[in-house]
Antibody
Framework: EVQLVESGGGLVQPGGSLRLSCAAS????????MHWVRQAPEKGLVWVAN????????QYADSVKGRFTISRDNAEKMLYLQMNSLRDEDTAVYYC?????????WGQGTLVTVSS | EIVLTQSPGTLSLSPGERATLSCRAS???????LAWYHHKPGQAPRLLIY???SRATGIPDRFSGSGSGTDFSLTINRLEPEDFAVYYC??????????FGQGTKLEIK
């Protein structure tokens, strides 16, 4: 069974940093692109970043470029999102996801709250 | 950055009716890049359609995708109660940024 389990969310002050983790199991993690997607309260889904199977290619939404860094450890089957210079508007539930067709998989999400 | 604009914002229909949801890209995209998701509160989003036309695993044939260039559609025939949710289009695998549209809420009339 495929599982994606996020951790690392919490309350952080504006300008602060947080590192999210996602533990993957039940599939060949090193074969897949992986993504972070977020949803702010009462708002829609927003794609944040992705990373290719070997970690050499990363892509970011314009809203987080230069502040967030996605990375992975294929040996440990872990996906990460380092978030720096956090802003109020980064408050959201962050999902780790494998989005390739014909089947997608999502974690349960971890809540990040940026507030003073 | 390619922007996806979905319409309408809210669609009110009754069970048994047909729903047509639209997604317009700010520039032409390949047909391999467009996906559709269904999202209910408290649940993980679920992939419905990828590569514009292909149904995801376990998705019934009531759901179909179409389009090319900048204009894409999701059609849902014979609406069932579980279909009422928010639907998102997305630039899918292979696109430089996997942007989502802002969503269309499908509600019961």
């Amino acid at each position: 069974e495929v599982q994606l389990v996020e951790s690392g969310g919490g309350l952080v002050q504006p300008g602060g940093s947080l590192r999210l983790s996602c533990a993957a199991s039940g599939f060949s993690f090193s074969n897949y692109w992986m993504h972070w997607v977020r949803q702010a309260p009462e708002k829609g889904l927003v794609w944040v970043a992705n990373i290719n199977s070997d970690g050499r290619v990363t892509q970011y939404a314009d809203s987080v470029k230069g502040r967030f860094t996605i990375s992975r450890d294929n040996a440990e089957k872990m996906l990460y999102l380092q978030m720096n210079s956090l802003r109020d508007e980064d408050t959201a539930v962050y999902y780790c996801a494998r989005l390739a067709g014909p089947r997608d998989y999502w974690g349960q999400g971890t809540l990040v709250t940026v507030s003073s | 950055e390619i922007v996806l604009t979905q319409s309408p914002g809210t669609l009110s229909l009754s069970p048994g009716e047909r729903a047509t949801l639209s997604c317009r890209a700010s520039q032409s995209i390949g047909s391999s890049y467009l996906a559709w998701y269904h999202h209910k509160p408290g649940q993980a989003p679920r992939l419905l359609i990828y590569d514009t036309f292909s149904r995801a695993t376990g998705i019934p044939d009531r759901f179909s995708g179409s389009g090319s260039g900048t204009d894409f559609s999701l059609t849902i025939n014979r609406l069932e109660p579980e279909d009422f949710a928010v639907y998102y289009c997305q630039l899918h695998s292979g696109a430089p940024q996997n942007t989502f549209g802002q969503g269309t809420k499908l509600e019961i009339k």
